[in-house]
């Protein structure tokens, strides 16, 4: 036992800090572990600002009741009406919400740094609930008996030990705001994380540059791009358009699939109807030497894809003047021609974006060069990525990349850097999702520089979102959840009713909660498995 002196209003007191052990308890589907560390330190801040606290805390029984009417209204909604829109908008808020774990870590959410930061943000929502909790109660006197972590089947969780029957001798409005202070809390907390994370380039400007290019923080082994770029690249552009963050990154590597897609259905459908145009990347060409070429060279249709030999790919003469389509002859084969990447990105571009943009002659090469451009096509998506990297790059550097076939590098004209670009043939989509980037890049390298930035903003992210779930999953009317206190704090209001009547009318109410929850979050689950 430990012992203070306090000053208050001229006057000292003593107060009294006890002190015991934790302790445990282990059952068959239940396990504890219980904590009176804190006990003393919640109440004696709690009673000490408990005028502002009450006030604060007031606040949070509005909110609260608020979120309880709009969860019930969902759940009822949800229950009753089949409209497609509304099924459509659940599906469409379930994947936003589990995108919000799923992208924590690029790849798969299971992994070791994922569940780290899915654990780490779980402590931080439940501590802010379970204080709230706390501090609603010492702000009335009430006293903590103990908190408890528990394990109850397979469901962790915490709790706030309190006199249930000190609880029941307050008045209502009080006991609400102690039902109500989790919640609120759990609103506070995801508030906080979404003004940090908000504010977070503006902290971090003095240590970090943000927005002007994303930097590779790994690349997995089992990506197409292992080799080609590494840890510390900043990826520059993607087709000669600029990107500034990882969210443009993914954006422009999958809105490669557009074409793709298009010129599928043509394929598919010249089998019937023998013609079909074809689409390019007006943005994409070179200037390759007449010499080169044949003659009338013609590529056929192989399982509705164009039959390239390996290491090569499909390519068409870009006109003179802007067009988006070539027509596909008859007789399941095309004109064109099949080139080697490594050796068409070695010529200079005859393709200027604005000139395309404002309709104009694309032509830029020589009377004795062509100008030819890729084909779109599923699993063949051609696309040119140039970065740097700050650091500089040194032969053996070089000699480490994987210069493939599809490769290419070229020193930048700032020796402090090296520069490289390559083109990529394949599945863009799935390259882009294999490729971990970051905002940030530091001005001054240190111990996990290239690290910090990205893991604060994650696990604020994931703090936002377990911080949300579980304010709102105790806002639900379920048993043993601080719904169920708070609905059975309001029914006390009713005073014309019988305290078993309200006992009953209580039951029903949960019992109904329960069963159209466990029906909406199924169907919110099996939407997003099946779907």
């Not at 197409?224 to 422009?252: A, C, N, R």
């Not at 700050?390 to 493939?404: F, I, V, Y």
Request: one cysteine or more; hydrophobic letters at 45%.
């Amino acid at each position: 036992m430990a012992i203070g002196r306090n000053r208050r209003n001229g006057r000292s007191h003593t107060v009294l800090f006890s002190y015991r052990r934790p302790s445990h308890s282990c059952s068959l589907c239940y396990c504890d572990y219980k904590i009176f560390t804190f006990n003393d330190v919640l109440f004696s801040f709690g009673h000490k600002h408990a005028r502002f606290l009450r006030l604060w805390f007031s606040i949070g029984v509005v909110f609260s009741f608020i979120t309880l009417m709009g969860v019930v209204t969902v759940l009822l909604c949800q229950s009753t009406l089949s409209m497609y829109s509304l099924n459509l908008l659940i599906k469409n808020v379930s994947a936003d919400w589990s995108f919000g774990f799923a992208s924590l870590v690029p790849g798969s959410s299971t992994s070791f740094a994922g569940a780290g930061y899915i654990l780490c943000a779980t402590f931080i929502s439940v501590a802010a609930h379970e204080i709230g909790h706390a501090l609603a109660a010492a702000s009335v006197g009430v006293r903590i008996e103990y908190i408890a972590l528990f394990l109850a089947v397979i469901f962790p969780g915490a709790l706030i030990a309190l006199d249930y029957d000190l609880l029941k001798s307050l008045p209502r409005c009080t006991t609400l705001r102690i039902y109500c202070a989790g919640i609120w809390h759990n609103a506070l907390c995801c508030a906080v994380s979404w003004l940090a994370l908000f504010f977070l380039p503006s902290v971090l400007y003095p240590l970090y540059l943000h927005g002007e290019h994303p930097m590779v923080l790994s690349v997995f082994p089992s990506s197409p791009l292992f080799g080609y770029l590494t840890h510390g690249d900043v990826i520059l552009s993607v087709d000669g358009i600029s990107i500034h963050d990882p969210q443009e990154w993914m954006e422009k590597m999958a809105g490669m699939d557009f074409l793709t897609l298009q010129n599928l259905r043509v394929l598919e459908s010249s089998r019937n109807s023998r013609e079909g145009s074809l689409a390019i990347d007006q943005g994409k060409g070179y200037c390759i030497p007449s010499l080169w070429l044949g003659e009338n060279k013609k590529i056929p249709l192989v399982a509705d894809q164009l039959a390239c030999p390996e290491e090569t790919a499909p390519f068409l003469e870009i006109p003179c003047f802007s067009s988006s389509s070539f027509n596909l002859s008859s007789n399941d084969t095309m004109i064109g021609e099949c080139l080697i990447a490594k050796d068409v990105v070695k010529f200079k571009s005859c393709v200027h974006k604005e000139n395309v943009e404002n309709h104009k002659s694309i032509c830029s090469c020589s009377q004795d060069e062509v100008c030819m451009s890729p084909i779109q096509m599923p699993g063949s998506m051609w696309v040119e990525i140039t970065y740097s990297n700050p650091l500089g790059c040194s032969s053996r550097e070089l000699a480490g990349r994987n210069m493939s076939l599809d490769s290419s590098w070229y020193s930048g004209s700032d020796s402090s850097s090296c520069m490289g670009h390559f083109v990529f043939i394949g599945d863009t989509g799935g390259a882009a999702r294999s490729v971990q980037l970051t905002s940030y890049q530091p001005r001054w390298r240190f111990l996990f520089s290239c690290y910090l930035p990205d893991a604060l903003e994650k696990l604020l992210l994931s703090t936002f979102y377990v911080s949300a779930t579980l304010g709102l999953l105790n806002s639900m009317p379920l048993f043993f959840l601080d719904g169920a206190c708070m609905l059975e704090a309001s029914l006390s209001y009713l005073t014309w009713l019988s305290r078993r009547r309200r006992r009953q009318l209580l039951r029903l109410f949960l019992s109904c909660g329960t069963l159209l929850s466990i029906v909406t979050l199924s169907r919110i689950f099996f939407s997003r498995v099946v779907g």
